[in-house]
Every structure is written in structure tokens, then in C-alpha cells.
């Protein structure tokens, strides 16, 4: 049996994901089974892995499972007690998945672990946070984060951990998606959400500490795929999923109130450009 389990979802990105999976064959450390979910990609990401990485475990889906609907699929067919949800468009140093997974097993209290993410340029990202309340959602995506700017500032200020500048280890309450190694059992994504807010959705199941180990270190392209309007409308939708689930219908319909006029301005801004 493998140390641990490495699931990739991949949609589109076929050259961000060979330089991905290159860096999993340079780890250093635990016996690793790699499980490749593609998400229907018209780019030929399938073959090249099917190619260039035989080792790997190839689950090519016929229509796009989403982010957390792919982890899913992975994680169930998953065999490893360990696994990590990795980013296509991540690169692991050597040794990093070693001290992640050497963490996870030694500190049973701990839920879950991440690295340090850094930008190609070396520039430390700013992930993990607390979970956000209701009024960090309403302060966020409405029109009252802007009548409301210091208010908004402070809690984003408190939960982002503004304080921390992610050279050093930490407990936290969230850890990002793109780099998420918990026990097996653990994993599983919300079906209900498709792209947006999965971290924030375990944390809130979990409700037990997680920590960033800072030694770590992944590259993180943060690719700009998503930066459309089609993910816009996706990301209001698993919005108002996430906070129905987590803070009522009351709650989200007093969100979707609020939202309207966020989300009428993003269409006018997308139909000018």
C-alpha cells in the first residue's frame, strides 16, 4: 500500500500539469499513488498522462465533475490511510510531501496540513484564514463592504490572519485547496459546491486545528482560467449554497438580497469589455 494518495483534477491544463507531476516524480520520501481525475479537457492533458506518466492512475471523466465533484472521485478511489488534493498548476519541492505527511501522522489532533504556497517569482502567498461569519460573507459580497470600509477591513484584516506573514509555522482554521493533505476518511469534498468555498466548507465539518508547515514549499501558478464570467456566476452560486448549508435560508436569501446589485455590476463590467 502507498504512504500516500496525490489526487489531481485537471481540466485544460495539460502543460501546467506534466510540470506538476514531473515534480512528484522528483519527491523525496513517502511512496506516493498518483490519481489523475480529468475533467473532459479538449487539450490532450488525458494522453499526455496516459503517455508521459504510465505510473499514474488516469480517471478520464466524459463530462467536467467540477473541482470538489473530481476530488471526490479521486478520493474515493483513493487506497492510501493519507492523501493530498494537489493543483495542476502546483509544483512540490523535494522533501515537502515528507514533512506534511511525517506532521499529519505524528500529531493525531491535527485534522489537516499544507505548505507554504509561493508564486514562479518566489513571493510567499497569503493562504489559510478563519472561517468567514456571516457578517465577513455580507461585508465581502455586498454593496455594505463598501459603505462599511473600515468595518470590512477589520474582518478581513482578523480573518485572513493579517498578522502573519507565512515564513513560520501556524495552527489555523482553513488551509487552500490546492495544496490539502488529510487522513483518507477525512477528504471528501461537499458535493453541493462545485468550485468555491470547499476549504471553507471541511473546516466547518471538521471544526479541529490544521497547520501550515512552512519548510514545505510548493509553487503555485494560480492559473487565470477561472477569471471569467462564467466563473463568476459559478462562484455566486456555490455562495449562496455555502451559506444556506452553513447559516440558514434566512441567511442566504438576505445574502442574495444583498448580492444583486455585486453581481448586476460584475455582468455590466463583463458585457463592456
Request: proline share 5%; net charge neutral.
Amino acid at each position: 500500500m502507498p504512504d500516500l494518495s496525490v489526487i489531481i483534477v485537471s481540466y485544460n491544463t495539460c502543460d501546467l500539469l506534466r510540470n506538476c507531476l514531473l515534480s512528484l516524480c522528483a519527491s523525496v520520501g513517502p511512496s506516493l499513488e498518483i490519481i489523475v481525475v480529468d475533467n473532459a479537457s479538449t487539450d490532450g492533458s488525458a494522453e499526455m498522462v496516459r503517455d508521459e506518466f504510465p505510473e499514474a492512475r488516469l480517471l478520464a471523466q466524459t463530462l467536467n465533475t467540477w473541482y470538489c465533484g473530481g476530488n471526490n472521485i479521486g478520493a474515493r478511489a483513493a487506497t492510501a490511510d493519507y492523501a493530498l488534493l494537489l493543483n495542476p498548476d502546483t509544483e512540490v519541492a523535494p522533501g515537502a510531501l515528507a514533512l506534511m505527511l511525517r506532521y499529519l501522522r505524528e500529531n493525531p489532533g491535527y485534522v489537516g496540513v499544507t505548505g507554504q504556497l509561493r508564486y514562479p517569482d518566489g513571493q510567499i502567498q497569503q493562504t489559510c484564514a478563519r472561517v468567514p461569519t456571516f457578517q465577513n460573507l455580507l461585508m465581502n459580497y455586498t454593496m455594505l463592504g463598501y459603505l462599511l470600509p473600515t468595518l470590512k477591513r477589520s474582518l478581513q484584516a482578523h480573518t485572513t490572519y493579517a498578522d502573519w506573514d507565512r515564513t513560520s509555522d501556524r495552527d489555523v482554521e482553513a488551509i487552500p485547496g490546492a495544496c490539502t493533505m488529510m487522513r483518507r476518511e477525512d477528504i471528501l469534498l461537499d458535493d453541493d459546491l462545485l468550485l468555491y468555498f470547499p476549504e471553507e466548507a471541511l473546516a466547518r465539518r471538521h471544526q479541529k486545528p490544521m497547520r501550515l508547515l512552512a519548510a514545505a514549499r510548493v509553487m503555485h501558478h494560480e492559473k487565470s482560467s477561472t477569471r471569467n464570467w462564467f466563473a463568476t456566476r459559478v462562484f455566486f452560486r456555490d455562495l449562496l449554497v455555502y451559506c444556506r448549508k452553513h447559516h440558514g435560508a434566512k441567511h442566504m436569501l438576505l445574502l442574495w438580497l444583498l448580492s444583486r446589485p455585486v453581481y448586476w455590476l460584475m455582468w455590466l463590467k463583463n458585457r463592456a469589455n
